[in-house]
C-alpha cells in the first residue's frame, strides 16, 4: 500500500529533507583528501542533531553511523572508516533525518581534489539521470516512467545500473511502498498521484552491473571493481506541475558547473 501525505505531514518531511541537504552540504565541504571517512560521519551528525533532527540511519537495521560514505568502486551503505581519502577518489555521500517523526533521504557523490574527465562524466551523467527521473515524477505519470527515464540516459551513456537496490517510498518509514527502480520499461506501476512522497536513487556503474555486499554484510561493492555513483533525492508529487524536490541544496547549481 502506498501512504499519501497531506500537505501538513510534506511540510514536516520538508524540514526533514533540508536537514539531510544542509548536512549533505557540510559535508560536502569537508570532504577532501586526509580526511577521514569517520571525520565525515562526525560532521553529519553534529550538522543533523544540532538541527534537533536525529539521524536516520544510525540504528536502522543494525547500521552503525550516521553516513553512508561510499568511495570508488562501494556503490552503496559504505560504512564511515579510518579510511583517508585521496586526491582522485570520488565518495557518495549519504544521508537521512528523522524531524517530528517523518524522513529525508538524499545522496550525492562528489570528486576529491581532481579526478579525470572520465571520472567527473560518470559522476555528472548520474546526477543528470537523477534529474531527468524527477521530471518525469508528475501526477498522471506512472512510476516506471521514472525507471525508464533514469536507465535510458544512463545506457546511453555506456554506463549500466545496478538492479539489486532501488528508490522507495519515504515517510513515517525510511522504506515504504512503493519501490522505484532504476530500469524497467515505461508506463508500468502505480499512477502517481499528489502526496506521494519518493526517494528517487540511481546508483550508476562504470562497468557491469553487478555488485556484491562485503563481509561486513553492508557495503555494496561492483563486482568488477569499477568506479560506481550515486544520487538521491527525496520529491513529493505535486497537484500540478513538476515534483517538489523537498532535499534541495542551495548550492545545487554551483555543484553541477564544478
Ligand atoms: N539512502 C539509503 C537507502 O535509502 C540509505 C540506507 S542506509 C541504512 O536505503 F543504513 F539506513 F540502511
Ligand atoms: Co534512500
Not at 577518489?89 to 581532481?114: M, W
Request: hydrophobic content about 40%; proline content about 5%; charged content about 25%.
Amino acid at each position: 500500500m502506498i501512504i499519501l501525505k497531506t500537505p501538513e505531514e510534506i511540510a514536516v518531511m520538508a524540514e526533514a529533507s533540508r536537514v539531510v541537504a544542509e548536512a549533505l552540504e557540510i559535508v560536502r565541504r569537508e570532504t577532501r583528501a586526509g580526511v577521514t571517512t569517520d571525520d565525515l560521519d562526525r560532521i553529519a551528525e553534529e550538522a543533523i542533531r544540532s538541527r534537533g533532527a536525529v539521524p536516520a540511519f544510525k540504528g536502522y537495521r543494525s547500521y552503525p553511523k550516521t553516513l553512508c560514505a561510499s568511495v570508488n568502486d562501494q556503490v552503496v551503505h559504505g560504512i564511515p572508516s579510518k579510511r583517508k581519502l585521496k586526491d582522485g577518489d570520488i565518495i557518495g555521500l549519504d544521508l537521512g533525518a528523522i524531524v517530528g517523526g517523518f524522513y529525508g533521504d538524499s545522496a550525492v557523490t562528489v570528486a576529491v581534489g581532481r579526478v579525470d574527465e572520465k571520472v567527473a562524466r560518470l559522476i555528472r551523467v548520474t546526477k543528470e539521470a537523477l534529474d531527468l527521473g524527477i521530471e518525469q515524477a508528475i501526477v498522471g505519470k506512472r512510476l516506471t516512467d521514472i525507471s525508464h527515464a533514469v536507465q535510458r540516459h544512463v545506457e546511453a551513456a555506456g554506463y549500466s545500473v545496478v538492479t539489486e537496490f532501488v528508490g522507495h517510498g519515504i515517510g513515517r518509514q525510511l522504506h515504504e511502498e512503493p519501490q522505484v527502480p532504476n530500469y524497467g520499461k515505461p508506463g508500468h506501476g502505480p499512477r502517481l498521484q499528489p502526496g506521494m512522497v519518493l526517494a528517487i536513487e540511481p546508483m550508476v556503474n562504470m562497468g557491469g552491473s553487478a555488485v556484491r555486499v562485503l563481509d561486513d554484510r553492508w557495503t555494496a561493492v561492483t563486482a568488477d571493481g569499477c568506479l560506481s555513483a550515486h544520487f538521491e533525492h527525496t520529491v513529493a508529487i505535486q497537484p500540478a506541475g513538476p515534483a517538489r524536490v523537498l532535499s534541495q541544496r542551495v548550492g545545487d547549481a554551483a555543484e553541477r558547473h564544478a
